[in-house]
């Protein structure tokens, strides 16, 4: 008997069951399938917050990043922390206008708030392509972690396909509402299983945390600090800074957004978040163990695998799978919505004015099950511009932050040519310095090393700054004109 499988298979029919139990008594209109009829309260909110952070690639990932990168991978705990303090302040007006004007989507806010079809078009496009290598990466990741776990029952390209179809089954039927009821556990399991191994592995192996981390020095001395060059504490505050100051640009994070019954649930939510994210510290000693039980291990990203199947029973290590599988479901299906929602929205409504609300969560779900297919089957490849692409994937939805933030002023002095000028330009360096594989040291080999080493998103984020306040300047008079225009013509038509 494969008891692995069995508890993973228990778990993939309890979140189709919760998926589809979650739509009674609701009519899946566009708003209510894609943003909830913007009635979740405060718990729904946080789980699903919370539930789009920690994700399969947080088990594996993070575990990875400390395996292979020693303290460099403490960035990552860094700008959570600090990236959700943000939504104190930025979340309640953007949940404001999005309620006032009927917002669903990410690229929408945008759109509307620039009054600006082409501006809308764009940010949809950005995000879609931002999103598409995520979401394959989740994918793998799911299909890694259930093939390992379930020792080989469930071959990874089995678990994908059917990881997506039960995605499907919930997602279609009914939207956020399947992903809210479906993070209730997965949040549950992942906090469980994140803390255990956490606290467990130390404690089993060296008596102690202290004893983890007196291996790690003995073996690898300089894994605990920051090296002087490299992954140094110039390239660590510039990549936490960057990464913090555009944590709410992802497209999926707009929907639970724009769910919330009300704007109090994001000043709790900013409390609890940072404590939340200290998590990611137990996942952290997860890969310091790894270091030390597993010195042969060539890839980081199996760390946790392998140190759990060598220290448990296979029970255990099927709870280890199903929270893997869950942890794909709730962010993928967030993901793939977000994306389809932002299609329709702003790509095939400004094409079809007039179609029926009904057509547009019709179309939204289509476009779901065409990136689905898409990418499961790029999760099955080994194209490394996938690989690529995913790396410029956070750097790129970066390049909408300020134009964001400045929309948030009463008076925004932007305009949508100089917002969409430094967005364009931002994404374009993002793409070329990507895949050119430039660095900052490339660029300035003459200077010293805490500029060499400083994450050179900065160099895309500060042209994207700069063009942005450059084009507005120059064409205030021409926006301030179309819109006297706009005026006229609609007090002639009226």
Not at 19 to 32: I, N, P
Not at 52 to 63: A, H, I, K, Q, R
Not at 396 to 425: C, D, E, W
Request: hydrophobic share 50%; net charge positive.
């Amino acid at each position: 008997m494969n008891t692995p499988l069995i508890i993973i298979t228990v778990f993939l029919f309890i979140s189709i069951a919760l998926g589809l139990l979650a739509k009674r008594g609701k009519d899946m209109s566009m708003e209510q399938w894609a943003i909830g009829g913007r009635g979740f309260g405060g718990m729904f909110v946080f789980l699903l917050l919370a539930g789009e952070t920690y994700s399969v690639f947080t088990l594996l990932g993070t575990s990875g990043l400390a395996f292979n990168n020693g303290a460099a991978a403490f960035y990552l705990l860094a700008f959570t922390a600090l990236g959700t303090i943000t939504s104190y302040w930025i979340l309640p007006p953007i949940w404001k206008y999005a309620k006032e004007n009927n917002v669903v989507s990410q690229s929408q806010f945008f759109s509307k708030k620039y009054k600006s079809t082409g501006l809308g078009v764009f940010v949809a496009i950005v995000g879609v392509v931002a999103l598409i290598p995520y979401i394959t990466i989740l994918f793998k990741s799911m299909g890694i972690l259930v093939e390992a776990t379930s020792y080989g029952a469930i071959p990874s390209h089995v678990a994908i396909w059917v990881g997506m179809v039960a995605l499907l089954v919930y997602v279609m039927v009914s939207g956020i509402h399947g992903s809210a009821w479906t993070s209730t556990v997965k949040d549950f399991l992942i906090f469980f299983v994140i803390l255990f191994l956490g606290i467990y592995l130390p404690i089993h192996y060296y008596g102690s945390p202290t004893g983890l981390f007196e291996a790690v020095s003995k073996i690898k001395p300089h894994a605990l600090t920051l090296p002087h060059k490299g992954l140094s504490v110039s390239w660590f505050v510039s990549t936490v800074a960057i990464s913090a100051f555009a944590y709410f640009m992802w497209p999926h994070n707009a929907p639970t957004i724009y769910a919330s019954k009300n704007a109090k649930a994001f000043r709790l939510n900013a409390v609890l978040l940072p404590i939340y994210a200290l998590m990611v510290l137990f996942v952290y000693f997860v890969g310091f163990t790894a270091m030390v039980q597993l010195p042969g291990l060539k890839n980081g990203d199996f760390a946790l695998l392998e140190i759990s199947m060598k220290t448990f029973d296979p029970w255990f290590v099927g709870i280890i799978g199903a929270t893997g599988l869950l942890a794909t479901l709730v962010p993928g299906s967030m993901m793939l919505m977000s994306a389809a929602t932002m299609i329709t929205t702003n790509i095939i409504e400004p094409l079809k004015p007039n179609v029926s609300d009904k057509n547009k969560a019709l179309s939204a779900k289509i476009f779901v099950v065409l990136l689905s297919v898409l990418c499961s089957f790029f999760s099955m490849s080994e194209s490394n511009t996938l690989a690529t692409l995913y790396l410029t994937s956070f750097s790129l939805i970066t390049q909408m932050a300020p134009s964001l933030y400045l929309s948030l002023r009463k008076n925004n002095g932007i305009t949508k040519y100089g917002s969409g000028a430094g967005m364009f330009v931002g994404v374009a360096i993002v793409i070329y310095v990507t895949f050119t594989k430039t660095t900052m040291a490339m660029l300035f080999p003459s200077l010293p090393s805490v500029i060499q080493d400083l994450n050179i998103g900065i160099i895309a984020l500060a042209t994207n700054i700069i063009i942005m306040f450059t084009v507005s300047f120059f064409t205030k008079n021409t926006q301030a004109g179309e819109k006297h225009n706009e005026n006229t013509q609609s007090n002639m038509a009226s």
